[in-house]
C-alpha cells in the first residue's frame, strides 16, 4: 500500500472540534496519507462553525439533521447514506471520534463493508448503559468494531484490556481536544458579542455554565439552576454566562429559574472559538458536558461535574474536577467553598491536566502508519507527567 485512504466521518460540533486537528495533521502527510471527511450533521449549524473555523470541505455531506429528530431517524438516514459513501469513497480505514450516534453508526456501516476501524477517543466507560445516554452505549459498540484504538489516556486503555482488546491493537494518544484548544485559545481575544464584551473579567468572577444531557432534563436541572441562583444572590461579584442549549425543554426550564436575574446572562450557544476563550477568562465552569472536563483543566480552571456518573474519572483522580450530580445543596456547597477557600481553589486550578500535551494528532498520525504497515515503530505513548 503506498497511499492509505483515510475516510475522517463525524456529525456533530463535539466530534468536529477533536477531529478537525487530526485532519489537519494527516493533511501534512501527502506522501502517505490521503485524507477526505464526509459529516452526516447530525448537528447542522453548530457542525459548520467548526469547520469554517478549521478551514475544513467535507467530500461528502449527509445534510441528515430533521427538527425534532429521534434517535431511530438519526440511525438509519446515517446508516443508509454512508454505505453509500462508502461505496464511493472505497477507503482503507474509517476514522471515527468517541460515542455520538454518527459514531457507532459510522463504524457499523465500515463493519458491514468490511472495511477497517479507527477509534479516536476510545475506551471511555461509566459501566451505567444508561449514562450518558445513549452515549455509553455508541462508544462500548464502536469499541467492539474497531480494528485500532486510539485511547486517550492510560485508563481508557486499562478499561479496553478490561473487555478483551488486543492490547497490540491500542495506543494511548492523550485527547485532540487538547490539540484544538491550544491552537484556538489567545490571550489578546477579543469578543464579538455586546453582552461578553461588557463583563470586566479583572473584577467579577465570571461562572461558565452549560447543560444539555437528557438524563437531565426536568427536576434535576431545575436543582441545577436554583443552586446557581442562590451562589449569584449570595455573591455580589460573581458573574454567570449561561450559553443555552437550543433544545426548547431545557430553555423553558432555564427562563422559569434564572430567567431576568441581574448577572446572569442567558445567551445562544457560542462557536467554539469564543466558547473556549470565555473559558479561559472564567473563574470556575459548571458543566454536564465531557468535552468541558478534558478543556477547562487544559486552561487551569476547575470544573464541577453536574453529573452522577463521568467516563473521565482521571480529572477526578488529578483533582482538576469534582463531581456534584444535580442536588441543589451539594453545588451550592462546591461553589461556596471554591468562591471562599482560595487555597482548595489554587489546588484544583493548578493540578496536572491528565488529558493531553497538545501531540496526540502526531501521535495518532504515526499511530496510523505503523498499525496500517506504511512503516516506522509503534509511537511512544502519551503518560502524564
Known amino acids: 500500500m503506498s497511499i492509505l485512504n483515510v475516510l475522517a466521518i ?12 487530526l485532519v489537519k495533521e494527516l493533511e501534512r502527510h501527502p506522501d502517505q496519507i490521503r485524507c477526505s471527511v464526509a459529516v452526516t450533521a447530525q448537528h447542522r449549524e453548530m457542525l459548520d462553525q ?32 454512508l454505505g453509500e459513501i462508502l461505496d464511493e469513497a472505497a477507503p482503507d480505514i474509517v476514522l471515527v471520534h468517541g460515542d455520538t450516534t454518527t459514531t457507532f453508526v459510522a463504524g457499523l ?39 485500532i484504538h486510539f485511547a486517550p489516556t492510560v485508563t481508557a486503555k486499562s478499561n479496553l484490556l478490561k473487555e478483551g482488546v488486543n492490547p497490540e491493537s491500542i495506543l494511548v494518544t492523550g485527547n485532540t481536544v487538547i490539540d484544538a484548544l491550544l491552537a484556538t485559545v489567545k490571550d ?15 473584577k467579577s468572577r465570571v461562572l461558565v455554565v452549560t447543560t444539555h444531557r437528557r438524563e437531565n432534563l426536568g427536576e434535576p436541572m431545575r436543582n441545577v439552576y436554583g443552586a446557581l441562583r442562590a451562589v449569584v444572590e449570595k455573591h455580589s461579584d460573581v458573574e454567570v454566562v449561561f450559553p443555552v442549549h437550543k433544545n426548547p425543554k431545557i ?4 427562563e422559569s429559574v434564572l430567567g431576568g436575574l441581574p448577572r446572569v446572562h442567558l445567551i445562544d450557544p457560542l462557536e467554539y472559538a469564543p466558547m473556549v476563550n470565555l473559558m479561559n477568562k472564567a473563574y470556575l465552569v459548571l458543566t454536564d458536558s465531557g468535552g468541558l472536563q478534558e478543556e477547562a483543566p ?9 453529573r452522577d456518573t463521568t467516563e473521565r474519572p482521571e480529572a ?28 482548595q481553589y489554587d489546588k484544583m486550578a493548578n493540578a496536572v491536566n491528565p488529558y493531553g500535551d497538545g501531540k496526540a494528532c502526531a501521535r495518532i498520525a504515526a ?5 496500517c504497515n506504511l512503516g516506522g515503530s509503534k509511537p511512544r505513548e502519551f503518560i502524564t507527567q
Open 251 to 254: 430553555r423553558q426550564i432555564v
Open 298 to 306: 487544559s486552561l487551569g480552571k476547575p470544573v464541577l461535574v453536574l
Open 109 to 147: 456501516a465500515a463493519f458491514y463493508r468490511q472495511i477497517k476501524v479507527g477509534h479516536v477517543e476510545a475506551g471511555l466507560r461509566t459501566g451505567n448503559k444508561y449514562s450518558p445516554f445513549p452515549e455509553e452505549m455508541n462508544r462500548r459498540l464502536t469499541g467492539a468494531i474497531a480494528d
Open 50 to 81: 467548526v469547520l469554517e473555523l478549521f478551514r475544513i470541505t467535507p467530500a461528502y455531506d449527509l445534510n441528515i439533521m430533521l427538527p425534532n429528530q429521534t434517535l431511530y431517524e438519526i440511525t438509519t438516514r446515517a446508516l443508509t447514506g
Open 188 to 202: 489578546s481575544y477579543a469578543f464579538n458579542n455586546p453582552v461578553l464584551d461588557a463583563i470586566d473579567y479583572t
Open 10 to 21: 463525524f456529525g456533530t460540533r463535539p466530534e468536529a472540534i477533536k477531529m478537525a486537528p
Open 316 to 343: 477526578i483522580d488529578a483533582g482538576t474536577v469534582q463531581m456534584v450530580g444535580t442536588n441543589r445543596d451539594a453545588i451550592f456547597n462546591a461553589c461556596q467553598t471554591l468562591l471562599e477557600d482560595r487555597t
Open 367 to 371: 499511530g496510523l502508519k505503523y498499525f
